[in-house]
């Protein structure tokens, strides 16, 4: 009996059977890999002709509206084929995504991605390893580790140096104060935290930040049970990088106040500005002061790479962990991230030994578990994308993109910076200024600014951001696409320009009637 007959007389008596043995298995495995090949074909050719056709990073389409597409879709009820989820998909998700690799995206830091890391996403998703144990990894964790060693060599930070990636940089930083945190309790207080959490003394412990740097420390801080209040803002400098003076002066009012100062952090790359606190003077009042300092790269941490900036970073090996986010200046796919700690004994505050999955006996025996340096378990083989990046294009390649977004900033705020119309707020260090359209009427700067800002994003021709500066709205670019120029920058300005008139011409308009 051939194999349809054998169905077919099945499907008489046990449909449900025949159904079963119609129907494809989605499992993937030796069996299915050509139909995974033929539908990575599909999804590729609707990609393509997505970015064919695409002009402008963004549709500009309303949430409203969006959710209004999304309420007729039953998830109780499944397409049936893949082609018609793909195609539905088209219209979800493709026809009005935000798009980072179009250059008048130039909002957030999202960086256009290399696609051999594309490609990488695949790979791990197919074999589908987990970094928690060498048990359910083997040769991946050798490619993180390998890129842990290769990027703490980046820093400088010597040989005790070790790191594990992470989902981004606000999960690196929550471990730099968790860190921070549980050192300073076993160093000066003879206190195990882990074992019996917070002592006494903690609601008197202060952290050191810029006014400029990411919100994820405050977060952090209220997630390790310190709270906002631990954290404090010291101001910045003309150039939006943390003033020393003044945090050595607010290290003195917390002790004189009878408070503990833990750590500082330093911001190399602050999220608006992409201004660098000064490094080497930092270390020293950290030195000093037995302080805890911990450098948060995430944005600049692409100049380990650069070959003509390196020296802005410089000082980052001074620190005693460092964030490193490879999702923003290494062009890489969300999410690719790593922590960095000068000591890799410091490490061990995240570890806990569990009978079933990473017992002590296989840390002596010699068993690399990543899992003992994570606060994660079941963890993405995301250090893959990097890896197959440096392997095909090699770092030189991925440090001159960045360099290229640089120089395109400077440039930029060259062009700018004469512009009557435009207060440009900062030289840039890395790649982002912010800056805003200034008419003869200074009445309504802020609400014209914020206006320019939505009306560019409802467009979708051009996406800037915004932001706050003592109180203040302000426009911000984050220039991160090395095929953009120079012209299309300035195209965007235009467009800024003018809709700065228009709208101040509005207002104007309205105060007089
Ligand atoms: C982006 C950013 C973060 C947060 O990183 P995620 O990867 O988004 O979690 C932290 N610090 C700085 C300075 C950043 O720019």
Excluded at 92 to 105: G, I, T
Excluded at 222 to 249: C, F, W
Excluded at 457 to 475: M, P, R
Aim: aromatic share 8%; proline share 3%; with cysteine.
């Amino acid at each position: 009996m051939g194999n349809a007959q054998q169905i077919e007389s099945l499907a008489v008596s046990h449909l449900t059977t025949a159904k079963a043995l119609y129907q494809p298995s989605y499992i993937f495995n030796e069996h299915s890999v050509a139909a995974l090949k033929s539908r990575v074909i599909d999804a590729l050719s609707v990609l393509s002709q997505r970015f064919e056709t695409l002009e402008k990073p963004f549709s500009g389409i309303t949430p409203q509206h969006m959710a209004k597409k999304f309420a007729d879709v039953d998830l109780s009820q499944p397409q049936w084929t893949f082609t018609a989820a793909l195609d539905e998909l088209k219209e979800l998700y493709l026809k009005d995504a935000v798009y980072f690799h179009n250059p008048n995206y130039m909002a957030h830091l999202n960086c256009p991605i290399v696609y051999p890391a594309i490609v990488a996403e695949l790979i791990l998703s197919a074999v589908n390893s987990s970094l928690d144990t060498w048990d359910q990894s083997a040769g991946a964790t050798l490619i993180e580790q390998r890129l842990l060693d290769w990027t703490s060599e980046c820093i400088r930070f010597g040989e005790a140096a070790d790191g594990v990636f992470t989902s981004g940089g606000t999960q690196s930083n929550l471990m730099a104060m968790l860190i921070a945190r549980d050192e300073f309790c076993r160093r000066k207080l003879n206190h195990d935290v882990k074992t019996n959490g917070l002592p006494s003394e903690f609601t008197k412990f202060k952290i050191f930040v810029s006014e400029a740097s990411h919100f994820s420390l405050q977060k952090s801080a209220a997630i390790l049970g310190l709270g906002y209040e631990s954290i404090v803002s010291v101001p910045t400098d003309e150039h939006y990088r943390m003033n020393v003076a003044q945090l050595k002066a607010a290290i003195d009012n917390a002790r004189e106040a009878g408070e503990i100062p833990v750590a500082v952090i330093a911001t190399a790359g602050t999220t608006d500005f992409g201004s660098i606190d000064p490094l080497h003077e930092i270390s020293k009042v950290a030195h000093r002061e037995a302080l805890w300092m911990h450098v948060d790269a995430a944005y600049g941490g692409g100049l380990l790479i650069s070959n003509q900036y390196r020296d802005r970073i410089d000082g980052i090996e001074l620190a005693d962990s460092v964030t490193i986010d490879f999702h923003k200046t290494f062009f890489q796919p969300v999410s690719c991230g790593a922590f960095f700690v000068k000591n890799k004994k410091h490490l061990s505050c995240v570890t806990h030994h569990a009978d079933y999955l990473n017992p002590l006996s296989q840390s002596q025996e010699g068993t690399p578990n990543l899992v003992n340096k994570s606060i994660q378990t079941t963890r993405r083989f995301d250090a893959l994308k990097l890896w197959m990046s440096l392997r095909t294009i090699g770092a030189e390649q991925l440090g001159q993109y960045f360099d290229q977004v640089i120089e395109l900033a400077q440039k930029v705020e060259c062009a700018v910076r004469n512009d009557l119309e435009i207060e440009v707020l900062n030289k840039p260090e890395l790649s982002a200024i912010v800056f805003r359209f200034l008419s003869a009427n200074k009445q309504n700067l802020c609400t014209i600014n914020q206006e320019i800002r939505k009306q560019l994003f409802k467009d979708g021709q051009a996406i800037i951001a915004g932001t706050k500066v003592k109180g203040e709205s302000y426009l911000k670019i984050t220039l991160l696409n090395p095929e953009a120029s120079l012209e299309q920058v300035l195209v965007v300005f235009e467009r800024i320009k003018r809709l700065g008139r228009q709208l101040s011409h509005q207002y104007n308009q309205q105060n007089q009637s």
